[in-house]
Nanobody, 121 residues
Framework: QVQLVESGGGLVQPGGSLRLSCAAS????????MAWYRQAQGKQRELVAR???????NYADSVKGRFTISRDNGKNTVYLQMNSLKPEDTAVYYC???????????????WGQGTQVTVSS
């Protein structure tokens, strides 16, 4: 029904930058909140950044000041600009979206397939 496709991951040196993209496609009335999560090897998934439908943002303390989340509602796309990357940022990054399928239906959460980000010299 709804697919989230991430792109932009890869290998980068410490101090470098990457921009992740997540495009939503399918049938839905509205995308509400969109967010980026990450999961490092052997650790649980954690929230990285969140962008609400009313324009507010929230960041994990570990990325605050380095990462920026943004949205292009016309393209149903959310971005994560990652600057000053550290080895500790190495993880699989997942896009998440809460979608209203119709004006009267409850919201449904969707996950992307994940994209690998590796920060190493």
């Amino acid at each position: 029904q709804v697919q989230l496709v991430e792109s932009g991951g890869g290998l980068v040196q410490p101090g470098g930058s990457l921009r992740l993209s997540c495009a939503a496609s399918g049938s839905f009335f509205r995308i509400n909140d969109m967010a980026w999560y990450r999961q490092a090897q052997g650790k649980q998934r954690e929230l990285v950044a969140r962008f609400t439908s009313v324009g507010s943002t929230n960041y994990a303390d570990s990325v605050k000041g380095r990462f920026t989340i943004s949205r292009d509602n016309g393209k149903n796309t959310v971005y994560l600009q990652m600057n000053s990357l550290k080895p500790e940022d190495t993880a699989v990054y997942y896009c998440y979206a809460e979608v209203s399928p119709t004006p009267s239906r409850p919201r449904i959460g969707y996950w992307g397939q994940g994209t690998q980000v590796t920060v190493s010299s």
